[in-house]
């Protein structure tokens, strides 16, 4: 019997032991009243007396919440759909606050989307995304305190209008996409026909030189062969006043030149100025022929 007895209360204080994992908090109340919270670790907590409250987890958490209607400042009806990312920083707040936490942030949530959204119009709405999350997150937060909710971060999903409304924004933005593209090819037109302007101008500019070019250097080359040509008769005459050729000799080489005409084929017949010379001219040429 005391064996008995020994095992019920070795059972009843093993129950008693808590251990509290990582990232988590237990909640304990005494006799029905909060008595303390246990932290992660080995705890322990008196079977019967105290019993386990609340287990919360202290782990960043997202909650994504069902779109809710919304009429903007110009009477456009939306749904919005949010997305709130919180962390419980106090366990006992968070098992006392309020009851339904979540539900609590889910309608906190949006009362709050509605009264911003009432303040804009439909394209303020569409295009203020960093606003309105800016503006939640620091309502939502402040709202959440006696809760032991902090809220980090507040975030729109998903924005949808109604389905004329759509409509409308998608005309307008297939007109605002036409436009665009008119002026980019407008403009593709442009560059191209000044690159075809500017190419042609370089193409004629080029011709242009590369003609004068040629025109400089032709009469370049035919100075120089002007000036060869004369340079080498200078020459000649030169080389014939120092050789000092007397008239003899010059007769001589005429008669040579006849010479040669005369055993060629040409029917040319070339007659001296003056009787004497052409007696003469006929002479050599005789003597030449005998030899």
Request: glycine letters at 4%; aromatic letters at 4%.
């Amino acid at each position: 019997m005391f064996l008995f007895i020994i095992i019920i209360i070795l059972l009843i204080v093993a129950a008693g032991v808590k251990i509290v994992p990582q990232s988590k908090a237990v909640v304990i109340e005494k006799l029905g009243a909060y008595d303390r919270t246990m932290k992660m670790g080995l705890n322990y907590k008196i079977p019967i007396i105290e019993r386990v409250a609340n287990t919360v987890s202290l782990k960043e958490i997202v909650k994504d919440f069902a779109p809710s209607p919304v009429i903007t400042k110009d009477n456009v009806t939306m749904q919005i759909d949010t997305v709130v990312y919180y962390q419980i920083t106090d366990p006992k707040l968070y098992t006392y606050g309020v009851e339904n936490p979540i539900n609590a942030i889910e309608n906190l949530t949006a009362t709050t989307l509605r009264n911003i959204i009432g303040e804009l119009e439909l394209d303020e709405t569409l295009t203020s995304r960093d606003i309105i999350n800016s503006k939640m997150r620091s309502i939502l937060d402040e709202a959440t305190d006696p809760w032991g909710i902090k809220v980090n971060r507040v975030e729109v999903k998903n924005i949808i209008p109604p389905k004329d409304i759509q409509e409308a924004m998608e005309k307008q933005m297939r007109a605002e996409r036409e436009r665009r593209e008119s002026i980019l090819r407008a403009e593709g037109e442009k560059k191209a026909a000044i690159l075809l302007a500017e190419g042609e101008k370089e193409s004629t500019i080029l011709r242009a030189d590369a003609k004068k070019e040629a025109q400089i250097r032709e009469a370049e080359g035919k100075a120089k062969a002007l000036l060869t040509i004369k340079e080498a008769e200078a020459t000649g005459l030169k080389l014939i006043k120092d050789a000092k050729i007397d008239d003899n000799v010059l007769k001589l080489k005429s008669y040579e030149a006849l010479v040669n005409v005369a055993n060629g084929q040409s029917n040319t017949i070339i007659v001296p100025s003056d009787l004497q010379n052409l007696v003469s001219a006929g002479t050599v040429i005789k003597e030449t022929l005998k030899k």
